[in-house]
């Protein structure tokens, strides 16, 4: 992400049981960018990831209290992230250990879209459709 890119305004956010492992897999098998990372040792208590093309993730470990704001269970994140090359994507990604779901396909609405799971379970699809145009 570049210093002129604006920040994202929506965050997905999403728990993981070994937080540090999820980021350096994102990072190196699809191209995630470690912004900040909070927490000691092996405990993450807020993780930014920015995507190159603008927006980004929030994570964090499982926490055991139970008075947890955030209780979301790993494994249970889906999240759609644009990209010009979904096949090279998908390549980094299968060889860093992605489980696919869905190999590169052409959508009947002119993406080219795959889906892989993360060693969390989570679903990441990417693909090259940007969304419908904004009502002005």
Not at 2 to 22: E, F, K
Not at 28 to 41: L, P, Q, S
Request: net charge negative; proline share 8%; hydrophobic share 35%.
């Amino acid at each position: 992400m570049t210093d002129n890119t604006p920040s994202p305004q929506v965050w997905p956010a999403l728990r993981a049981h070994d937080a540090r492992g999820l980021i350096r897999f994102l990072v190196e098998a699809f191209g995630f960018e470690e912004t900040v990372v909070h927490g000691d040792g092996d405990r993450v208590d807020h993780a930014e990831l920015s995507w190159p093309q603008g927006g980004g993730v929030m994570l964090g470990g499982v926490r055991d209290s139970e008075d947890d704001a955030w209780p979301l269970s790993p494994g249970t994140f889906g999240a759609y992230v644009v990209t010009d090359a979904p096949d090279e994507v998908f390549a980094r990604a299968v060889a860093a250990g992605a489980r696919p779901v869905r190999e590169p396909y052409d959508t009947d609405y002119g993406s080219r879209d795959f889906v892989v799971r993360d060693p969390e379970g989570n679903r990441w699809s990417f693909g090259t459709y940007r969304g419908h145009p904004r009502r002005g």
